[in-house]
């Protein structure tokens, strides 16, 4: 896990009011959000009050977007990565993504390996979103939009002519057949501030894409744009692969022999998640206890310590939440390996656990090889 920051200009005295202002925005939005996903989870989804309650974490997640937007702006903001599939970040934001009642014909294709990269996943949602929502705009009489993802291999001369490494690379392509641009919107679109809607749609800030390239150079990757007048527009986000599937083939079974001494304690109130959970450790080769609730986790760690090698903790939890189990459990053993897993931002409760030793966060739901990466980095190295 690297908590990394990746911004060390200082901000000037309207920055840092903007960014204070921000931060506890989002602070606040945190809270809201906690307390409605609680709820969330004590309704059944065939309540119309689910819906409500679902509606209400669009909005906060909506206004957190619109924060971070101005930490950006700021210069504050922080960058929380861990290993993420970018296929299952793009379905998520194709899931966000509300298209009814236009003439918009989606053509998705995610590569089918999981494609693995070492990023923040709330700032590259953020910058999918842009580009996305730049493409439909580009559309107003309805056209194709065409996601597309694979893993690439860049070498020599295009490494050096977009300034990268050489090396393995994930490709999110997303492809318009909207207004394209042409030459001189084309060399301006990255500026701060640029917008060719400026005057006629007062919420364009011309801000998207100039926040959307400094994330992506921040996570040692570029944007390559193409684009032809009235044919459409292309843009690639390129990020460095974390590692390639063919090196992370799922444990021999002999290999695995070893491991079955060594147990992962899993801790969730979801019961899927504790199911999908053992499921993936059992693949990898760890057996599995379970635990409903952060008191149940403790008693158990107190009995079981000397054979549990690593912690899965969930955030929210009724009674005794995330942060409080794990420093409960620290003090048990001040040395333990503990993973967050959580299926939201980094909030301050998160951040507070990472401060505290706390070694990485899965995003939920998690699947195999992101949950093999993470194990990896904690156990073998
Ligand atoms: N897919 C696209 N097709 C045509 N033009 C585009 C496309 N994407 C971006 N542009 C042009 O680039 C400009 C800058 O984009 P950017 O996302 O930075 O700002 P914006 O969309 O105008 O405002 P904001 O994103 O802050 O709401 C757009 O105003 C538009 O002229
Ligand atoms: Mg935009």
Known sequence: ???????????DAAEALTGGIAHDFNTLLAKIKDRASLM???????DPLYRDIKEIIRCIDKGSEMANLLLCFAKMNEYYTSSIDINRLVKN???NLDIKGRKIVLDVDLDPKALIVEADPDKINQVLMSIIENALHAMPKGGKLSIVTESAVILNGTAAAYGLNTGFFVKISIIDTGIGMEKEVLESIFKPFYSAAHGRLSEKKGLGLTFAREIVENHNGVIDVWSSP?????????????????DL????GDEKQGLWMESVLLVDDDEKILTSGRKFCNSLGYSVITAASGKKALNIYKKKKDRISLVILDMIMPEMNGLDTFLEL??????IKVLLSTGYSIDEKAQEMLRQGCKGYLLKPYNAIELLHKLREILFL
């Open 1 to 11: 896990m690297e908590h990394i920051k990746l911004k060390n200009e200082t901000p």
């Open 40 to 46: 969330m989870r004590r309704v059944k989804s065939s």
């Open 93 to 95: 934001a194709l899931e």
């Open 230 to 246: 009235n044919t459409g527009t292309s843009f690639s986000i390129i990020l460095p692969l974390k590692e390639t599937t063919e």
């Open 249 to 252: 083939a799922i444990l021999a």
């Open 330 to 335: 620290k003090k048990i053993n001040p040395d």
